[in-house]
């Protein structure tokens, strides 16, 4: 991430290299921050350990990132950046998302009272025809 290393202030370039192991993460689940490196531990998924509402949350660790913590710094730097420059779209593609998903939810919704409602009249023509 750090681009200290050009000189001239140059972005530096990206070489794609093939087999890079791609992580999907759904949130932190602990970071120790400290001198010369910090690191993040990253999971995939939060379950229960049973259905008691107690019981504690479980993470399955997706990632462990080792990383200098001056990187770190940068990296957090160029997140905000980048949300502050972005926000306008994110917030609207998220409104966007947010819409198509509740009309998926609610035509199920439709579905199921359809459904019922049929099988509703089904079975009172059925008893009906005894």
């Known amino acids: 991430m750090s681009t200290s290393a050009a000189p001239n ?4 370039q990206i070489q794609n290299v093939p087999n890079v192991p791609m992580f999907y993460v759904e949130g932190v689940s602990q970071m120790a921050l400290g001198f010369p490196n910090s690191r993040i531990m990253l999971h995939s998924m939060a379950t229960r350990t049973s259905n008691d509402q ?16 001056a990187s770190l710094v940068e990296l957090t730097q160029t997140l905000i950046n980048q949300l502050q420059q972005n926000q306008g779209a994110i917030k609207e593609f998220g409104a966007e998302w947010m819409q198509k998903v509740n009309s998926l939810v ?8 359809l ?16």
């Not at 202030?9 to 530096?12: A, D, K, L, R, V």
């Not at 035509?107 to 009272?113: A, R, T, V």
């Not at 459904?115 to 005894?130: D, F, G, V």
């Open 9 to 12: 202030n140059t972005p530096p």
């Open 54 to 69: 107690n019981a504690p949350v479980m993470h399955n660790l997706a990632v462990e990132l080792v990383i200098p913590t």
């Open 106 to 113: 609610d035509s199920l919704n439709q579905k199921i009272e």
């Open 115 to 130: 459904e019922t409602a049929e099988n509703t009249a089904t079975q009172r023509s059925k008893k009906k025809s005894k």
